[in-house]
């Protein structure tokens, strides 16, 4: 891949979703770049780029862009936060909202859906109670490939057999061939909408809990403050936000208070 | 501590070896449930078990209902690892005493991700 | 749900490229069938088909090698067909998995190709590819379907 190509590309992705794109990562961006270009009927990397370049941003630009997001995901990564969830942070809220009877959860960055799923499947395991309360769980990214995937609640047997546990599997799935599917209970949980992070964010109601994990590690020390500060004013007082194991708060935005729960770091406004 | 694996492909018990081995435990193998039993006795302190299900002498299924049927062995905890897929089988293996259920093929990534779910820690990870 | 050639192909990646790190390209069939090795397990339920896996003996090595991650000619012809086998019973194991009821799985069965019944029941299918630079078949026979009338005998797994 060219030098001029890949510096396209790299400030397009920069410009787009605020992932960088380091130097030495350019083999990583042409063995992406190579099939999408096949697929949209380009020769070369080259002539892919050289149609970008004399062309207004439109799909074409917004599949490159997609084509350089890591989507990996699993259900109940690290478990443990799914563990504070379960056994701190949702009984708590129970308790304080008892008399609103409404929770609201917002899932950002939530790629292929096993994420928000998690959640979903913990609240309808674990707080049968909450089937009568008013609970949303609002789960976007930035990629509608990866969204429609989400949607479909459809998942091959290697992405079932991580991290999910049997009996989960055996309530909440129904095999159909080669494909596990997620039950209709559950689904509906769950509402799937684009947003891009960097972009100005649509009207959003105010959020108990947020979880946006594994996602800032690709920006920028000022786009994920930006971005923190965006969460902070639209997390309740009392509400919970959660990280990826490999991001914080720190340095970042003081307006957090980091909490250990159940061996993983939770972050809560600071008041 | 110490962990089981049966299973009647030796290069299948290899696998799960491999695996197992660095999270601190020596293990114990068995081709078959009776054999299975046989090292249960022998090593008391056995903690966990990853068995197979379709093996010749004694099925997986069969070996879980006996160990859950006898109390001395109710800390043990039973991962079953089978080529068995169907929902209705993961679902009587539950029913009969198993902790966790993993499908092969498996990468070693997801059976860890299954021991953490039942609480088996990983000394030598962190 | 209709079983086709290309989740035979999906599970015979997911078996030997994603769990084993070999990798498959697919290839046409040889025919030299009769000079492989075979392991087979059996399926029975409403419908009984038997899935046949082929490899010379190089490919078997070299499979047992990955499995046991051992070195160049250091195991036992007996851990070169265990290996083997369990490729056939992981395979095996999930073809039956997406028929979509319960059916019973025998235990592999390994033998020489040589008297191999080449010709095919209608509904069976075949996909080879190329692994460590030998050809690697996977043959799904079909032995009764519920509907289909019964097709002849067949060697018994
Ligand atoms: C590694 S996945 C994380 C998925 C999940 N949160 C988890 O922790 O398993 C990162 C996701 O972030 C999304 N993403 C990247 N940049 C984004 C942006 N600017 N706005 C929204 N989502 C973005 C990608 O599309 C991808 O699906």
Redesign the interface.
């Known amino acids: 891949m060219e030098t001029v190509d890949f510096d396209y590309v790299r400030d397009l992705v920069r410009k787009r979703s605020a992932i960088v794109l380091e130097n030495e990562k350019s083999y990583l961006v042409e063995s992406r770049l190579q099939p999408l270009a096949r697929r949209e009927g380009f020769a070369s990397i080259n002539e892919l780029v050289t149609k970008l370049r004399v062309t207004g941003f439109d799909g074409l630009h917004s599949r490159v862009v997609e084509a350089m997001t890591t989507n990996e995901t699993?259900f109940?990564r690290d478990?443990q936060p799914f563990e504070a969830l379960r056994k701190v942070i949702l009984p708590e809220l129970i308790e304080k909202r008892m008399s609103a009877r409404q929770l609201r959860i917002w899932c950002a960055a939530c790629s292929t859906g096993q994420e928000p799923y998690s959640i979903a499947m913990t609240i309808k395991e674990h707080f049968p109670q909450l089937a009568t309360w008013d609970v949303k769980i609002l789960a976007t990214d930035l990629s509608t490939q990866v969204l429609e995937k989400a949607r479909s609640g459809s998942f091959n047997?290697?992405e079932?057999?991580?991290?999910l546990?049997?009996?989960f599997?055996?309530k909440y799935?129904?095999?159909?061939?080669?494909n596990w599917q997620l039950k209709e209970p559950v689904r509906q949980m769950i509402e799937f909408q684009p947003l891009n992070l960097i972009e100005a964010w649509p009207p959003m109601s105010s959020m108990d809990i947020v979880f946006i994990r594994n996602v800032l590690i690709y920006f920028e020390v000022q786009t994920k403050k930006e971005i923190l500060k965006k969460v902070r004013r639209l997390l309740r007082p009392d509400g919970v936000l959660f990280l990826g194991g490999a991001e914080s708060t720190f340095n970042l935005d003081d307006s957090f208070a980091r909490t250990e729960i159940e061996k993983t770091s939770v972050y809560r406004p600071q008041s | 501590m110490y962990a089981l694996i049966v299973d009647d492909s030796r290069a299948m018990r290899h696998i799960l070896r491999k695996i197992v081995e660095p999270l601190g435990f020596q293990i114990a193998e068995a081709g078959h449930g009776i054999e299975g039993f046989q090292r249960l006795a022998e090593h008391p302190e056995i903690e966990l078990v990853l068995v197979d299900w379709n093996m010749p002498e004694m099925n997986g299924i069969d070996f879980v209902k006996a160990v859950r049927a006898n109390p001395d062995y109710e800390r043990i905890k039973l991962v079953m690892v089978t080529t068995e897929t169907e929902p209705s089988k993961m679902a009587r293996a539950l029913m009969t005493g198993v902790d966790e259920f993993l499908m092969k093929p498996f990468t070693p990534e997801m059976l860890l991700s299954k021991l953490q779910l039942i609480g088996v820690s990983m000394p030598l990870m962190a | 749900m209709q079983f086709d050639e290309q989740m035979l192909q999906q599970i015979t990646i997911d078996v030997c490229q994603s769990m084993l790190g070999l990798e498959l390209l697919p290839m046409s069939p040889g025919n030299d069938m009769a000079h492989q090795l075979v392991a087979s397990v059996e399926i029975r339920g409403t419908r009984h088909t038997i899935v046949e896996v082929f490899a010379d003996d190089q490919l078997m090595a070299s499979i047992a090698e990955v499995m046991f991650a051992s070195d160049r000619g250091s195991l036992s012809e007996e851990e070169i067909r265990d290996a083997f086998c369990e490729i056939a019973n992981m395979i095996g194991g999930n073809v039956k998995g997406t028929y979509g009821e319960e059916a019973n799985l025998s235990l592999p069965v390994f033998g020489s190709a040589q008297d191999w019944i080449e010709t095919l029941p209608q509904g069976s299918l075949r996909t080879t590819f190329k692994c460590c630079g030998h050809p690697l078949t996977i043959i799904l026979r079909e032995v009764a379907a519920p509907s289909a009338e019964l097709v002849g005998s067949v060697t018994s797994a």
Not at chain 1, 160 to 163: E, L, Y
Request: net charge positive.
């Open positions: 699993l109940f478990l047997q290697i079932i057999n991580r991290g546990p049997a009996p599997i055996v799935f129904d095999r159909q061939g080669m």
